[in-house]
């Protein structure tokens, strides 16, 4: 079959290969991927791949080979999937508990938009508790996570707080529920109860220091990719006995299969709505990384096999 595989050249970051088609575990389904997503953690990663890396964790497609000890969808099933790599191919196997069905009227294109910016956003909701009533800081807000944040969070009931440089961006947010937009952390009036932080460097201490007496600044991310430096006595100031919370999305109590299916019935009932910037054919990946890169689409990029 054929596969994209990385290059590490920044110029051209993946090329196909011709691949073995995987051959799945007793617990895993053979999924012919119809469309695939990228994250921008991905693209860090065709910076400098490891050996024998293959790239691809959010699909949609069909089981074309149900899982041998018979978890899972059973037939030809459309589906949205998320694997740990080898998403960007023909065929990919995944696991039976990371799979979830696709209706009819969710369609390919918005399944493998959902997968690990859907995950991140759900279960860092609900690493930060209930949230009705409460105001809530969200940085770096522009990209998949801040989108399905926003939207999940006002629905219910937080008066959120979105920061993002990027003016349609801004109104998109403002349009799911984002009370406020601001487009530099600084300008955020706070106190928050909760601030969702994923940019690290400087945004992360502004962020703290608009943090009410006893909050919750959960850290999930760090885009800058600039480490953070904090001084103890900033606490003193404001947010005086607060707590900082790591937060990785595939820690969690809750399954994949669960919570993927939690995003599709939001998706079907139209409560979520996966914003996808661009559609195009798989063979444009490497253009469409490009892009990404350097922040020239607005939303998912999703891809397509033809």
């Known amino acids: ?50 050996t024998g890396e293959r790239p691809g964790k959010d699909v949609a497609g069909l089981v074309v080979q149900p899982a041998a000890d018979g978890s899972g969808p059973s037939g030809i099933t459309r589906v949205v999937g998320h694997p740990m790599a080898g998403g960007w191919a023909e065929y990919v196997a995944v696991p039976t508990d990371a799979l979830a069905a696709l209706p009819d009227v969710v369609s390919v294109l918005q399944g493998a938009a959902l997968p690990l910016a859907g995950l991140t956003a ?11 009533g409460r105001r809530v800081l969200l940085t770096g807000a522009s990209g998949g996570v801040g989108h399905y944040v926003t939207e999940l969070a006002a629905a219910a009931g937080a008066q959120v707080t979105a920061v993002t440089r990027d003016a349609e961006r801004g109104a998109r947010l403002a349009g799911l529920g984002a009370a406020e937009i601001v487009h530099d952390v600084a300008d955020a009036r706070g106190p928050y109860d909760v601030v969702l932080e994923s940019t690290g460097g400087r945004a992360l201490p502004l962020a703290l220091a608009r943090l009410a007496r006893r909050g919750t600044l959960i850290w999930f ?27 990785h999305y595939l820690d969690a109590d809750s399954r994949l299969d669960d919570d993927l ?21 798989w063979a444009d990946t490497a253009t469409t990384l490009i892009d990404l890169r350097d922040r020239r689409i607005r939303g998912k990029a999703v891809l397509t096999l033809s």
């Open 122 to 132: 759900l279960r860092l909701l609900r690493a930060a508790g209930p949230v009705l």
């Open 261 to 281: 299916a939690a995003l599709v019935r939001l998706t079907d009932e139209g409560r979520l709505h996966p914003q996808i910037g661009r559609v195009t054919d």
């Open 221 to 247: 991310g760090q885009a800058s990719r600039t480490p953070v430096t904090l001084d103890f006595f900033d606490f003193f100031s404001g947010p005086e006995s607060a707590v900082i919370r790591h937060f």
């Open 1 to 50: 079959m054929k596969a994209l595989i990385p290059t590490g050249d920044p110029a051209e970051p993946v090329a196909f290969a011709d691949v073995p088609e995987p051959t799945p575990r007793p617990h895993e389904a053979l999924v012919k991927v119809e469309a695939f997503s990228v994250n921008r953690g991905e693209t860090f990663k065709l910076e400098k791949p490891g």
